[in-house]
């Protein structure tokens, strides 16, 4: 039996499951909430005070007030209601309410406390968003065919570009800890569970909802300022612009509580003998994310919530002239902004490392090299942000600090590289397809970082910043490095989460087309941004036709490659299913001495650990059979 | 194992490659590195840009070198068997050693990169109060303003009487320095060609400086998304003979005599307009 009982309350059955609270309910209570905010906003409106919008016909606090409803209600009609409202009218705690066996697919669209299921509820709804923000990529791509505008208009593309800037930095940066962290760091630690069960779930939910709310932009105009969102531009901005404060707003929210829970859990949750230094690495990869995102999140909220209190009750953070300063929102944003490009590549580091010790039958080199690779990475990232302000004229002075300060950021990422690369010294490297992607990951960030070192140095910056150069850096850094560790973690730890394979040669084809698409896109736009085309324009000069040309057929190959991926998905899925075994990589961390599928409380008794998890050409230690599931096995 | 010094084939290779690599990278990319020769900073940066690319490319071939060499020479050769490799847990002088390099390349970088700056503010913007200066040159000194706004480039010349002119001429071999502000949301002045870009935000004077040399033609365009058509706010400006410019300048005093008259006295920045703002 489990450690904690599941009440044996009657379920209903067939369509009466969707009575109750599940998505069904709160995507109508959302509507619904939507409508009443909506409602109310406009009750608000005196004669007197004109909105930005108003030329529009669109008034702010009612779009405001009904994404705030909607969200409540959407949340409320998931079942995050029902406990606190229990407790408080004296109702014992009911820790398992929605975790059960039996539930099939039913479960994945319920508030689950599981934290294998809120991992498989991140993994679909992550690839759902990233699918969404790829199709916004191939979009921009096409319009760029062309020098002049010919597919979309200018309010549109920019949109576009907004919205996929928005929502691949939005989603992903719970992309790699999402599905992976949820269900793997209770996995690593000897833990049943996240520190906090309902959170977990809270978290997911959030970021979903935020995600609908960036789509509804489209119905008010979309919003001009791309991801950063700069001031005042947005405080000019048409109504959509509430869609991204929303979004973004929910994001930080999301990143902070997850990181909160993910700090938390690390900390507290470790089973005996789990010590710092045997921590997997991928789990320390977590735990430095975990805090950059409980310390930088909460600035972007701040931001956000006084750039939406610009555009509603009139007050002017962000207006010059007004007493406002627009510095102020880049200075926030940034705060925020830049952990956050670390918080998208520490997991991936982590990933990287924790996967080449396995496929190179070595341990991990350099362990405590690594572990302060990862912390200084995470320290320095807070005193870099004003690197992104080079030119602009603030804090002049303090150039060559954030010039040095970004910098030395390459020590500690040097660490990483050499740890990887001391790891595949001498090994038994096996070519399988996630340490291919673990190789691409190396290979793209290594351009990712030494173009990094263009834009941190002022004189070679002032050409760069704002060009398609920095944008070619960023993409190497994020889509090259974070994607690819996305990947390497699908097909190496899917068998495990799912309990089936995917198609070997379906996914080597999905590596090459991917890898050589990838380059072929975004090296050009290196020259192009030397060449001096800048960023976010929907026009550009003739000249550098060709060259878009190449690049823009170059993404559509990369959706190809993305194709095959959801092909091979579909395929190992619904039409050749190939049951996993419990360990197919032979690899030595915990996770794969579990039995595959996993009984929902995972381990019957807790592991006491003696030894990291990363033993390869050592005699092999004897850990006591911690793991006997009996009976669950499906 | 089978006895062969791979450290020592892994330096050699790179050795190699780096000895190969690095001069082609100076003497056959450096010059074409942008944003070319047209003015005293745009140079600087075209320098800065090579010695960056020239230091970077040792780096960068390492990681490869090393790569490729371990994927040929460490790849399992009988996947059909799981076997372990050695358990090497770290090399302590290895660690060292890497330290060492990468802070001293670090460490050089950010000097160097410092040292360069101060040195003439390599045309970027400063903010109000510039600390590189450059020298003044013998042609003197032209302060420019450019006031952006959606979605143009104006540029206002306080020693000609405050014209504002919405086209740019620039005299050779003269030191100018560039007031940029903005209007009404945050645009980047990035005039490619002169090694220039400042943002211009509202209600700051963000100063930057160029040098000019001969006659250039230079394309401006906006490097801060500023709104819908920020695509479409982009321009050409040209370095003339001190000669020409007199005549263009003048020409221009006269052609927007009657707007001059209408336009707020010269001033480091503007608030015209309240961003569609009541009450």
């Known amino acids: ?264 859990t690390i900390t507290t949750m470790r089973s005996p003998g789990m010590t710092w230094t045997r921590l997997p690495i991928f789990v320390w990869g977590a735990l430095t994310t975990a805090w950059l995102m409980v310390l930088a999140a909460p600035m972007l909220i701040a931001a956000l919530l006084m750039a939406a209190s610009d555009r509603t009750v009139q007050t002017a953070f962000y207006i010059p002239g007004q007493g406002g300063s627009a510095y102020l929102f880049q200075n926030l944003f940034w705060v925020f902004g830049h952990p956050e490009v670390y918080i998208l590549a520490l997991p991936g580091m982590g990933i990287v490392l924790e996967l080449i010790p396995v496929f190179s039958r070595k341990p991990l080199w350099g362990y405590r090299l690594a572990v302060a690779g990862m912390l200084g990475i995470a320290f320095l990232s807070f005193f870099v942000w004003q690197h992104h302000l080079f030119v602009s004229g603030i804090n002049a002075d303090l150039r060559p600090f954030y010039m040095l300060s970004t910098e030395l950021i390459s020590l500690p990422t040097g660490f990483i590289f050499l740890c990887a690369m001391g790891t595949l010294w001498r090994g038994r490297i096996r070519l399988t397809v996630p340490m291919l992607f673990c190789l691409g990951w190396i290979f793209n960030f290594l351009w990712g970082g030494i173009s990094g070192v263009f834009n941190s140095d002022v004189p070679s910056d002032v050409t760069t910043h704002g060009s398609f150069f920095v944008m070619a850096h960023f993409h190497y850094t994020i889509m090259g490095g974070l994607i690819f560790a996305f990947f390497a973690a699908i097909y190496y730890w899917v068998p495990k989460m799912y309990g089936w394979k995917l198609n070997e040669r379906l996914a080597k084809i999905h590596f090459w087309t991917l890898f050589i698409a990838f380059n072929s896109t975004f090296a050009p736009l290196f020259a192009l941004g030397f060449m001096g085309m800048p960023r976010r324009v929907v026009t550009y000069n003739p000249a550098w036709q060709g060259l878009n040309i190449w690049v823009s057929v170059s993404a559509y190959f990369i959706g190809l490659s993305m194709l095959v991926f959801l092909f091979n998905v579909v395929w190992s899925l619904a039409i050749k299913r190939e049951p996993a075994p419990a360990n197919p990589w032979h690899a030595k961390s915990i996770e794969w001495e579990l039995p595959t599928p996993l009984p929902v409380h995972d381990f019957d008794r807790i592991p006491v650990f003696d030894h990291d998890p990363y033993p390869y050409g050592e005699p092999a230690p004897t850990r006591a059979p911690v793991i006997a599931p009996a009976g669950r096995t499906a | 194992m089978d006895g062969t010094n791979h450290f020592r084939r892994v330096v050699l290779l790179w050795l190699l490659a780096t000895v190969i690599m690095t001069p082609i990278v100076i003497f056959v990319f450096g010059p074409g590195l942008p944003p070319g020769n047209g003015t005293v900073e745009a140079s600087g940066q075209v320098t800065d840009n090579t010695v960056l690319l020239a230091t970077a490319t040792p780096v960068a071939l390492g990681v490869l070198v090393y790569l490729g060499y371990v994927l040929w020479a460490f790849r399992e050769r009988t996947p059909e068997v799981v076997l372990d490799g050695p358990p090497i847990r770290g090399n302590s002088s290895v660690q060292f050693w890497w330290l060492i390099v990468t802070t001293t390349l670090v460490l050089f970088l950010a000097g160097y990169g410092t040292i360069r700056m101060l040195a003439d503010g390599s045309g970027g913007g400063q903010g109000p109060n510039p600390l590189a200066v450059p020298a003044t040159p013998a042609g003197g000194k032209l302060v420019v303003q450019v006031v952006a706004q959606q979605w143009q480039f104006n540029y206002r010349f306080p020693g000609y009487g405050g014209v504002e002119t919405n086209q740019v001429e620039l005299p050779a071999n003269t030191l100018v320095q560039f007031n940029v502000t903005s209007l009404d949301v945050i645009h980047s002045f990035w005039a490619y060609q002169l090694g220039v870009k400042a943002d211009a935000n509202p209600g700051v004077n963000n100063v930057a400086y160029v040098t000019t040399k001969g006659p250039l033609t230079f394309q401006v365009r906006c490097a801060e998304l500023c709104g819908v058509w920020h695509g479409y706010m982009f321009g050409t400006g040209y370095v003339v003979s001190r000669a020409r410019f007199a005549a263009w300048i003048a020409q221009q005093r006269v052609k927007f005599a009657p707007a001059t008259k209408q336009l707020p006295p010269y001033s480091k920045t503007y608030f015209p307009q309240a961003l569609r703002r009541a009450g």
């Open chain 1, 1 to 264: 039996m489990s450690a904690i009982a599941v009440p044996a309350t009657a379920r209903p059955t067939g369509w009466r499951k969707l009575i109750g609270f599940n998505m069904l309910t709160g995507i109508l209570l959302g509507i619904g909430g939507w409508f009443l905010g909506y409602w109310i906003g406009g009750r608000f409106t005196g004669v007197n005070i004109a909105y930005y919008s108003k030329t529009a016909g669109q008034n702010d606090i009612s779009i405001m007030l009904g994404y705030l409803l909607g969200v409540v209600g959407f949340l409320v009609g998931l079942g995050f209601a029902n406990y606190p409202l229990k407790r408080m009218l004296g109702h014992p705690p009911s820790l398992a309410e929605q975790e059960s066996e039996g539930e099939g697919l039913y479960k994945y669209f319920t508030l689950s406390t599981d934290h294998k299921v809120v991992a498989k509820q991140y993994m679909v709804g992550i690839g759902l968003f990233f699918f969404v923000a790829g199709l916004n990529a191939m979009l921009i791509r096409t319009e760029l065919l062309q020098p002049n505008v010919h597919v979309f208009g200018a309010n549109q593309y920019l949109t576009l570009v907004g919205m996929h800037g928005s929502m691949m930095m939005g989603t992903m940066t719970s992309g790699l800890l999402g599905p992976f962290a949820t269900f793997l760091v209770p996995l690593m630690i000897g833990s049943r569970r996240m520190a906090f069960s309902r959170v977990s779930a809270f978290t997911f939910w959030l970021l979903m909802a935020g995600e609908v709310i960036l789509l509804t932009t489209i119905f008010f105009g979309g919003f001009q300022t791309g991801w950063t969102g700069y001031q005042p531009l947005g405080a000019q901005g048409t109504a959509g612009y509430d869609a991204y404060i929303g979004f973004f707003a929910l994001v930080g929210l999301s990143m902070t509580l997850f990181g909160f829970n993910l700090v938390v």
